[in-house]
């Protein structure tokens, strides 16, 4: 492969600081990662505040599974969140570290129980069907909208026991509440935007709050009477903890399975070699598509880390207060674990890809229900016999937080 050279006089990791790039095509953003990967150290990139670029799969891995040197505290987006956002919201469970995370995490994960695992898998497969015969029956042709945020968002909230009167509403919030992160904005934009997509997850959070109260009172076999009544330990998410729960729930959940529906449908269309592999045995196949489809298009491109005690990793000694930013992104393109990494296989074997995060405390708890709901969907679109096709290049939002798709058009080769 031929790396465009960077322009000249600029300094390694300086293009990842300039807005432009994220707005390049993905070659350009893949080759300049190819770049800085081969060099025998991070690099500083002057964003803001500036951080250090963790680019490689073995660093990007070790860093996630050192949370007592590398911190999610005080925050892993960027620009951190500021003081006043977190005393108002509550802090995310992503953005906590130690006990205060291990406890959140605790209450949440024994709220999944394997019944309500069970009825949640269960239900994905009647809503990926249900979700195809109407893309059947009506025949519209953007395919974000119509189909790849439509699983994620109903399937969380029968989960969740969202009343279905909220959810429109839900959707719309998710919306506003996600689209310009890490999209480089005007003045009159970064001065409005914020205070609209704050807006947007107040009121999902004073939502879920009052749905909270009710299932206190009320408690059905859903997620949210799990998160709110106490378990065997007397641990449970008082109102706030849950409105920050169901933020990131929705927020993290609903858009990283859309984005990673949403480019997978692209790539199956653009390699019609995997699609006929796949469509030839797809129970054999699938689970190593699903894989490849999250490794290739890493929907979270980036998360942030804050160092807390000293440590050398990747030839760099870090000290506390340094800023590094965990570039998923590039560690799922790297060189020393895929071969072939710019290639779309779906039988590649092994695929440590970090694409739910690099492992350690913070690993993705949706991980499993993503890759059910992603095998359960494209089951239903690849097997009815209309040949549904991605049209022209999905329409991304150019982020450096997550590879976000606007929209997607897609047609049917049988009428």
């Not at 590398?70 to 509550?90: C, D, K, M, N, Q």
């Not at 802090?91 to 129980?113: C, P, Y």
């Not at 009647?126 to 395919?143: G, M, N, Q």
């Amino acid at each position: 492969m031929t790396l465009p050279a960077p322009r000249a006089g600029r300094a390694p990791g300086r293009e990842l600081a300039d807005p432009a790039f994220w707005q390049a095509p993905p070659a350009h953003r893949l080759a300049a990662f190819a770049r800085l990967r081969a060099l025998d150290s991070p690099v500083f990139v002057p964003e803001g505040t500036g951080h250090w670029a963790l680019v490689r799969h073995a660093d990007v891995q070790e860093a996630s599974r050192l949370p007592k040197v590398f911190a999610s505290a005080p925050g892993v987006t960027t620009p951190e969140p500021a003081r006043w956002v977190r005393a108002l919201f509550g802090d995310s469970m992503v953005n906590l570290d130690g006990a205060e995370h291990a406890q959140l995490r605790k209450i949440v994960q024994r709220a999944f129980t394997p019944r309500l695992l069970a009825a949640a898998e269960e239900d994905i497969h009647a809503v990926a069907a249900r979700i195809v015969d109407d893309v059947l029956d009506r025949r519209p042709d953007e395919f974000v909208e119509a189909v790849a945020s439509k699983l994620p968002l109903e399937v969380i909230c029968n989960m969740m026991g969202i009343p279905e009167r909220y959810r429109a509403e839900i959707a719309d919030r998710v919306n506003h509440a996600s689209e310009n992160i890490g999209v480089e904005r005007g003045l009159t934009a970064r001065l409005r935007m914020p205070g609209r997509g704050l807006r947007a997850l107040a009121r999902m959070q004073r939502m879920v709050a009052g749905i909270g109260r009710e299932r206190r009172a009320n408690p059905t076999d859903d997620l949210i009477s799990a998160l709110v009544c106490a378990n065997v330990d007397g641990e449970a998410l008082g109102a706030r903890q849950l409105g920050a729960f169901f933020s990131l729930l929705m927020v993290a959940g609903v858009e990283t399975t859309r984005n990673a529906i949403t480019h997978g449908l692209t790539l199956l269309t653009d390699h019609p070699a995997q699609r006929d592999l796949l469509l030839a045995d797809f129970e054999a196949h699938a689970d190593g598509a699903v894989d490849e489809m999250i490794r290739h298009s890493t929907p979270i491109i980036q998360f942030r880390r804050t160092v807390v005690a000293e440590h050398t990793l990747g030839g760099h000694a870090f000290v506390p207060g340094d800023k590094v930013v965990l570039y998923y992104a590039s560690a799922n393109r790297d060189e020393a674990v895929f071969p072939d990494p710019d290639a779309f296989d779906i039988t590649r074997s092994p695929n440590p890809h970090l694409g739910f995060g690099g492992g350690g405390p913070h690993f993705c708890l949706g991980a499993h229900l993503a890759r059910v709901e992603m095998k359960a969907l494209f089951r239903e679109l690849l097997t009815r016999p209309v040949g549904l096709r991605a049209v022209g290049l999905p329409d991304l939002a150019g982020s450096s937080f997550d590879n976000r798709v606007r929209s997607l058009r897609f047609a049917f080769e049988q009428p």
